[in-house]
C-alpha cells in the first residue's frame, strides 16, 4: 500500500502513473505485449511503493513500508526499513517524466520511487534454519508472510519477467523468496531442493490468513516448479549480492551447487578457523566477555517418524505412476468380533463371534489400482499440504472408510438396548429358555452353508450373480471385496477402496473409530514434556526428539480429520452406511421366513427370527460412531496443543531461553539449547494447530 501524506496527496497517482507509463522494474523494462500482464505488474509493484524528494522532504521510510513490511506490528516497534532505489531515474515533480540531467541541477520537487524492504533480521527466513538470526521472540514468520506471499504469488501467475534484472529496485518479499530458493538449492541436491524449499514456505504460509495476508493462493506443485525461477536469479539481483558463506546448512552439510556452478566444498569464502559442530571445542565452565552460546543439537523429522513407527520411510510422491507394480502392506480379509465381552446387563459373556469379510487385494496387487490419500510430505513435522494421486511409494494400507470393527460393533450395541432374557431360546429344546440379544441373534443367523437365503436389499444393486447367501455373507457381500486378481473376478464396491498413508490409518483412524484410546495418553504426555523413556524402539532418539515423535502422532490425527472430509471419501463414507443399514434391515424384516433346520437324530425347527428394528438401529448407532470418533479426535487434539503451548510457547518458556551473561558458558549454552528447540516447537505447532482450527469442524456426511 502506498503510503500518502496529505499535503502531498498528488505523490501517490504520480507514482502509479509513473509505473505504468513508463518501466516498473521487473524483467528489466517490460516488454511484454499482453496489456493484462503489464496491468498485474503494475499492481503488484505499486503496492510496495516508495520514494524520496530531491529536497530531503519525503515521509519517513519506516511509515512508508509499516503496512508492505509487518501487517500487524506497531510502527514504533520495528526495527528497519529501507528503500530500494536501483537505477531509479528522478522524475520530474508535476510532470512524472524523467529529468534530463540526473547528476546535477536536481529540482527540490524531484521524485525517485523504489520498493519497500524490510529488517532482514526477520525476513530472511529458510525453513528450519535462518539466513540470518532472528533474535526477537515472536518475529519469525508472521511478520514476513505476506511480502513473501505476495512475491511468490505473482512468479506463479506470469513467470520469470516479474523478477527484476540486476541492478534494478527489488521489493523486499521478492528477496525474501530469492535468498531462501538460493540457500536451498544450495543446501540440498538439485532432486530435493525444490520440494524442501516448497515444504518449508508451505510451512510458514499457513500463517499467513492469521497474519492478515489471504489465502495462499497456489498449490505446492506449482510452487515447486517454480524454483528455478528464484533460485537461478542472477546472485547481482539481490542488494549486496550473496555470500555462500553466510548461508546455512542443514546436518551433515550443503550438497547443493552455488550461482556459478561450484559445490560447497569448493567455495572459496568458507571461515576456515571456525570449528564444525563435531570439531567445536570444549566451553569453559566460567564466563568470559567475548563468549557467545550456540545450540547445535537438532531433529530430524523423518528419523522421528521411522523410530516411533508412525511412518514406515521417505517417500516422495509421483503423479505418474499406477499402482499395478507395486508391493505394499499386505492385507487380509477383515476380522472382527462380535458381542465380544460381558453382558452389561448381568457381567456373563455375551457369547463372542468372530465376523470375517469377504478377500480384498493388497495395495499393489496386479490388477488392483486406487487413489492414494495423505500428506504431500508425510515425515514433516510442518507440512500440511494434503493429495490425492497415484504413488510408487510402500507402507499404505488398503483402506475400507467404514471399517469393519464397525459393523462387528453393531451387534454388542443393539444387545445393550435389550434386557438380558428379553428373548426366548429358538431352540424348541431349551423348552422357552430367555437368553440375551447375542445368543439370541447368532443361534438364528448362523445358517450352515447349505442353507441360505435371497438377497435382503436388492435396492443395493449387487453385481454379482449368486443369488443365495447366508445373511451374514449378505453383509459381506454389501462390503466393498475383490476375490482375486483377474479382470474377472467376483467382486463388489472395489471402487471403494483407497490407499491411505499407514501413519494415519493405523492406529489413529482404526483407534478413533474403536473402543481404544487414539494414543496411550499419558506416553504422550510424557513426549511433550520429554520424560518418556528412552526404550529399545527409540534407540536413536535423544529427549530433544521426543516432543517431534507427538507432533507426528497429532500430524496422524488430524491426517483422519482431512482424509473423511476429502469429498470422494466423504461419499462413500455416506454410500457404505446407507449399503449396509439397507442389507441389515432387509434380514431383519426377511429372515423369519429362513428358519434354520435341525439335521441330526434329533431334527427340529428353530423358531423363527423376531425383527428388532436393526435398520433404525443402525442409523441411531452410526450417528453415534462419528460422534464419539469427532469428539475423540477433537479431545486429543486440543488436549494436546495445551500440553505443547504450556511447556514452550507461554512467557516462562521463553524467559527460559533468555541469555544471561552472568551464568556460566554450561548454562548459557544450554539457555541457547532451549530456546532453539522451543522455537522449532512453536514454529510446528503454530502451522498444525492453524490447520487444525480449518479440519476440526467434521460435518456428518448423511
Known sequence: MLYVLSSLGFISALVI????????????????????????????????????????????????????????????????????????????????????????????DAL???????????????????????????????????????????????????????????????????????????AYEAQDAAQEWANMIFGGLSLSKDAGCGEIPFSIAKLVSKFLDFANVPDKTLPGGLDYATLPCPKGGCRGTRQDGKKPDQDEKKDDDKPTQSEAPVRSTTTTSSFKPSATETTDCKVVAKQDQVSLGAQRRREDITLHSR???????????????????????????????????????????????????????????????????????????????????????????????????????????????????????????SDTMPDP?????????????????????????KLGISPDAQQEWADELTLLQTAINTPAKNNMFSGNQIFDDDETRKLIDRTAPLTKRR??????????VAIQRLRAVLGVFKYMQDGPVAKIFRD????????????????????????????????????????????????????????KGITFMDVNIKRFRAEYMNQAARDKGKDDKNKSDKERNEAA??????????RSITSLEAEWNRSKNWAKPW
Open 457 to 481: 436389499s436388492p435396492q443395493n444393486r449387487l453385481k454379482s450373480p449368486i443369488a443365495q447367501r447366508t445373511p451374514l455373507n449378505w453383509v459381506a457381500a454389501n462390503y466393498p471385496y
Open 539 to 548: 534407540a536413536n532418539l535423544t529427549p530433544r526428539d521426543l516432543p517431534f
Open 112 to 186: 525517485k520511487t523504489g520498493f519497500c524492504g524490510c529488517d532482514d533480521a526477520i525476513i530472511l527466513f529458510a525453513g528450519d534454519f535462518f539466513v540470518k538470526a532472528v533474535t526477537e521472540a515472536g518475529k519469525i514468520l508472521e511478520k514476513v508472510i505476506c511480502p513473501a506471499l505476495q512475491a511468490l504469488d505473482i512468479v506463479i501467475e506470469l513467470g520469470s519477467i516479474a523478477i527484476p534484472g540486476p541492478g534494478k529496485a527489488i521489493q523486499g518479499g521478492m528477496i525474501a523468496a530469492i535468498r531462501t530458493a538460493k540457500a536451498y538449492k544450495y
Open 327 to 449: 508391493r505394499l502392506e499386505k492385507r487380509k480379509p477383515k476380522v472382527g468380533t462380535a458381542c465380544l465381552g460381558t453382558s452389561p446387563q448381568d457381567g456373563n459373556e455375551r457369547g463372542a463371534w468372530v465376523l470375517k469379510s469377504f478377500d480384498y487385494p493388497s495395495a499393489g496387487a496386479d490388477g488392483f489400482d486406487a487413489l492414494a490419500y495423505g500428506y504431500n510430505t508425510i515425515e514433516s513435522c510442518s507440512d500440511y499440504q494434503w493429495g490425492r494421486a497415484r504413488y510408487e511409494e510402500k507402507a499404505y494400507h488398503t483402506e475400507h472408510v467404514l471399517e469393519w470393527s464397525i459393523i462387528t460393533g453393531f451387534f454388542g450395541y443393539v444387545d445393550e438396548q435389550f434386557g438380558r432374557d428379553h428373548f426366548v431360546h429358538p431352540d424348541p429344546n431349551e423348552k422357552g429358555k430367555r437368553t440375551n440379544f447375542c445368543r439370541y441373534w447368532r443361534l438364528t443367523w448362523d445358517f450352515k452353508n
Open 673 to 682: 539449547e532451549w530456546e532453539k528447540l522451543r522455537q522449532e516447537i512453536e
Open 576 to 631: 457404505e452406511k446407507t449399503r449396509i443399514g439397507a442389507v441389515l434391515e432387509g434380514i431383519d424384516n426377511n429372515l423369519s421366513n429362513y428358519p434354520i433346520f435341525i439335521t441330526s437324530r434329533n431334527s427340529r425347527t428353530f423358531a423363527p427370527w423376531q425383527p428388532v428394528g436393526l435398520g433404525p438401529k443402525w442409523d441411531t448407532y452410526m450417528d453415534s460412531v462419528f460422534q464419539r470418533a469427532k469428539d
Open 17 to 108: 502513473s509513473t509505473l505504468a507509463q513508463a518501466v516498473p522494474p521487473a524483467g528489466d523494462g517490460l516488454s511484454s505485449a499482453d496489456a493484462a500482464i503489464n496491468s498485474r505488474l503494475v499492481n503488484y509493484w505499486a503496492k510496495s511503493t516508495c520514494y524520496k524528494k530531491a529536497d530531503d522532504s519525503e515521509p519517513d521510510i519506516k511509515q512508508q513500508c509499516k503496512d508492505i513490511c509487518f501487517p500487524k506490528a506497531e510502527p514504533e516497534k520495528i526495527q528497519a526499513s529501507t528503500c530500494w532505489f536501483g537505477d531509479s531515474k528522478w522524475l520530474h515533480g508535476s510532470s512524472g517524466k524523467a529529468l534530463e540531467d540526473q547528476s546535477k541541477n536536481i529540482p527540490g
